[in-house]
T-cell receptor
Framework: DSGVTQTPKHLITATGQRVTLRCSPR?????VYWYQQSLDQGLQFLIQ???????AKGNILERFSAQQFPDLHSELNLSSLELGDSALYFC??????????????FGSGTRLTVV | DQQVKQNSPSLSVQEGRISILNCDYT??????FLWYKKYPAEGPTFLIS?????DKNEDGRFTVFLNKSAKHLSLHIVPSQPGDSAVYFC????????????FGQGTILTVHP
């Protein structure tokens, strides 16, 4: 158990629908990161939050949004889902905003299947 | 724009031998490089990192080498064990990318008994 909790573990939904993925960071960590891993692809950075504020944005589609709440948990909202959104979505957390030497701690992911 | 590349999708080695996983990068502003290991149905776990001011970092059976002039890093696992079989990702951070890790596509390592 890495200490980063992601729910649900699996999600199957239809095209056009909206889903919310939830992440609870490791205790004491202020930064939350979201990554997408599609089939045969590396981990693509989506977005970072630090202590409730958006800090960095990657290749996140306009149909996707995220937020970090006062209790530091984060939610990733995916709307108007398409077949191509099927992927593993990982959340990671770290103590600070800048993580060089130690990287961050990942959760076990949410597998989203859009049918 | 693939700033971090792992050109070998897979690698197969015998138990006890050395595994060498390679990674190339293009962004000269990167100043930390990391390796993660990922088992099926789990998230990636941090393995080892190296600062750009060093050329080698060792942790037990794992050693990472950095060649800044060639923009290349490698992970050596000696001796390899069947439990090392996993997907290995290299990642980098620094410059305007500071705060996020940029990952390669991963290399599947299989260690045969």
């Amino acid at each position: 158990d890495s200490g980063v909790t992601q729910t649900p573990k699996h999600l199957i939904t239809a095209t056009g629908q909206r889903v919310t993925l939830r992440c609870s960071p490791r205790s004491g960590d202020l930064s939350v990161y979201w990554y997408q891993q599609s089939l045969d692809q590396g981990l693509q950075f989506l977005i970072q939050y630090y202590n409730g504020e958006e800090r960095a944005k990657g290749n996140i589609l306009e149909r996707f949004s995220a937020q970090q709440f006062p209790d530091l948990h984060s939610e990733l909202n995916l709307s108007s889902l398409e077949l191509g959104d099927s992927a593993l979505y990982f959340c990671a957390s770290s103590v600070g905003r800048l993580q060089g030497k130690y990287g961050y701690t990942f959760g076990s992911g949410t597998r989203l299947t859009v049918v | 724009d693939q700033q971090v590349k792992q050109n070998s999708p897979s690698l197969s080695v015998q138990e006890g031998r050395i595994s060498i996983l390679n990674c190339d990068y293009t962004n000269s502003m990167f100043d930390y490089f990391l390796w993660y290991k990922k088992y099926p149905a789990e998230g990636p776990t941090f393995l080892i990192s190296i600062s750009s001011i060093k050329d080698k970092n060792e942790d037990g059976r794992f050693t990472v080498f950095l060649n800044k002039s060639a923009k290349h890093l490698s992970l050596h696992i000696v001796p390899s064990q069947p439990g090392d079989s996993a997907v290995y990702f290299c990642a980098a951070t620094g410059g305007t990318s500071y705060g996020k890790l940029t990952f390669g596509q991963g290399t599947i390592l299989t260690v045969h008994p």
